[in-house]
């Protein structure tokens, strides 16, 4: 991507999506096959072998009838799981978005123009919109390149959902709202909104038909961070986008909004700003997947990189109209409704433990050097610190991006496999030599490489599984057999994975989400050629779960894996 990015190409970003082939069905038996060693490290040989019975009686019965109907779904659809994702993963989530289901992103100036700096915000917050802005010229005139897998495109439709877009509150499901149009297509908004101290501004991002100037964006953001500390503070009308959702979309039956107090929770991409002169960001996860986030970052990152931090070109500032404030009149219903939204929010921020570390002893260049895929590598020292901390395996989700197919998205990778955990046992053997240990690592590796393919090529069962069970609902008929199993759920099923982790990429670019579960973490990490940088969360208020021990005993074991590969050369 960091090359594709500089190139210039006559290729148009949304060219491909109409000859992208369609997501496949997967076979009904190699998906229940794929299951079936999925939950072998949660069983015991009881439990095991009544899954398998009730796998066995599904597979022969019911489940060819669901596959069938499936089948007969996918002819008419190019993804027959575009809608069903969105709907189940996404807007009927009752639970407030925020902090359960949008991911974060911090920028990475800091590393080199950026450090740093009270006083600077504004100066820099006008570079980076302006650079954010040109993003949004690229996708408008479809000069972003295309995402490709050596020649392969990739199915470039998220990125549609970056701007002009925003989740709006239902009773029992919410909708999104895309004004996003590329040149050719028709109009396309171009308004940016401002939030400050409690208040919303709006001003457009083009005069005169060009996109204004960073000292142009200057003397707008000026304008209001003078306007909102020299009078009082807002509502905060945006915080209440962080309630629960049935309750905000009863609140906006009364008014109309769009974000909570520095944040519009709903809203595709937040650039949040902070005193200190440093940025983060804040997505929704419903219109688009991470790599959406880590692509604008990256793109903006290497800009200022590339101009030193600084503004290159005329200081000249027009006359444009000054940013307009969007007064909202609020009653003291309103008002309580804020509050209450504002105490639950921070209620549950302060419950969260986050821990973000880079570990500097080595990172993709050896890894590579010893033929490890270094995103295995990391899920595997992953596994092997839960082991040791927890005394058991731990049922995780790593995200597979299925991009080759119209309007893909994500597969799981369920990581903990029975490979996997058998070599976590050897490594707290002191019976096990380290040649046994490292022919049992490289087996797990295997296994999780050969997992990622599959998942990446259609071919991966927990999306499967899902489509199974709603073609079950549609038709009304009762939940099937396998999915009240226990082991459904203890192996991760239902979005019950004990560990929720994403590769964000090799890039600067780290990102953050919260546990899928209460007695969970949410692991998010980037891979670069010196390092590996790792964020990770869990709860405060679970007893069980403690984020720093679990990155501590994951550099432990990135040692103790690499010492594994040292062991062959004694």
């Not at 899954?51 to 596959?67: A, C, H, R, S, W």
């Not at 308004?191 to 400050?196: M, P, Q």
């Not at 050897?426 to 393919?453: G, I, V, W, Y």
Request: glycine share 6%; with cysteine; proline share 5%.
């Amino acid at each position: 991507m960091e090359n594709q990015l500089a190139k210039s190409t006559e290729e148009r970003t949304f060219q491909y999506q109409d000859s992208l082939p369609s997501l496949p069905v997967p076979s009904l038996e190699e998906s229940l096959k794929k299951y079936l060693e999925s939950v072998k490290p949660f069983a015991n040989e009881e439990e095991y072998k009544k899954t398998e019975e009730i796998v066995q009686k599904f597979q022969n019965g019911l489940g060819e009838k669901l596959q069938q109907k499936l089948l007969e779904r996918a002819k008419g659809k190019r993804n027959w799981l575009e809608e069903w994702w969105l709907n189940v993963a996404y807007l009927e989530v009752r639970i407030p978005s925020q902090l359960n289901v949008n991911f974060v992103g911090a920028a990475p100036h800091f590393e080199h123009y950026w450090p740093a700096k009270a006083g600077t915000e504004l100066e820099r917050g006008s570079i980076s919109l302006w650079h954010n802005m040109n993003y949004w010229q690229l996708l408008t005139k479809e000069k972003l390149p295309v995402d490709k897998v050596g020649t392969t495109p990739l199915d470039m439709h998220q990125f549609r959902m970056l701007f002009n877009t925003c989740k709006v509150p239902g009773i029992t499901r919410d909708s999104i709202i895309n004004y996003f149009r590329t040149e050719h297509e028709g109009h396309c908004p171009s308004h940016i909104v401002v939030l400050c101290r409690g208040r919303v501004f709006a001003f457009d991002v083009i005069h005169e038909g060009c996109l204004i100037t960073p000292p142009e964006i200057l003397r707008q953001l000026t304008y209001i961070h003078k306007k909102c500390h020299s009078e009082p503070v807002g509502p905060g009308i945006a915080a209440l986008t962080s309630e629960e959702r049935t309750r905000w979309a009863k609140i906006t039956a009364m008014i109309l909004i769009g974000d909570p107090a520095v944040r519009w929770g709903d809203k595709s991409y937040n650039l949040i700003s902070f005193s200190d002169g440093l940025f983060g960001c804040i997505c929704d996860h419903a219109p688009f997947d991470a790599m959406v986030m880590v692509n604008i970052s990256h793109y903006v990152d290497e800009k200022i990189l590339e101009n030193e931090g600084r503004w290159k070109g005329s200081e000249k500032v027009r006359d444009i109209p000054l940013p307009e404030e969007l007064v909202f009149t609020v009653d003291e219903k309103i008002l309580n409704d804020i509050s209450h939204a504002k105490a639950q929010y921070l209620k549950q921020a302060s419950d969260l433990q986050i821990v973000v570390r880079p570990f500097r002893s080595f990172g993709k260049q050896l890894t590579k050097k010893k033929r490890l895929h270094p995103d295995t590598f990391i899920q595997l020292a992953l596994h092997l610190a839960y082991y040791r901390l927890h005394g058991r395996p731990g049922c995780c989700y790593e995200t597979a991006m299925t991009r080759y197919f119209y309007h893909g998205r994500t597969e799981t990778v369920r990581s903990c496999t029975t490979e996997a955990v058998r070599w976590c046992q050897s490594m707290q053997d002191p019976s096990t030599s380290l040649l046994e240990r490292r022919r049992k690592m490289l087996q797990a590796f295997a296994k999780h490489n050969k997992m990622m393919q599959e998942c990446s090529a259609g071919k991966g069962f927990d999306r499967h599984l899902l489509g199974l069970l709603l073609i079950a609902k549609e038709e009304g008929l009762p939940v099937p057999e396998l999915y009240k199993d226990p082991l459904f759920s203890k192996s991760g099923g239902g979005g019950n994975f004990v560990l929720s982790t994403s590769l964000i990429g090799y890039l600067r670019i780290q990102g953050l989400v919260v546990p899928m579960v209460h007695n969970g973490y949410g692991f998010f990490y980037s891979i670069r050629d010196d390092r590996f940088v790792v964020a990770c969360s869990a709860w405060k208020s679970c007893p069980e779960t403690d984020a720093e021990k679990l990155v501590r005993l994951i550099f432990r074991a990135f040692h103790d894996m690499m010492q594994l590969m040292n062991s062959a050369y004694l």
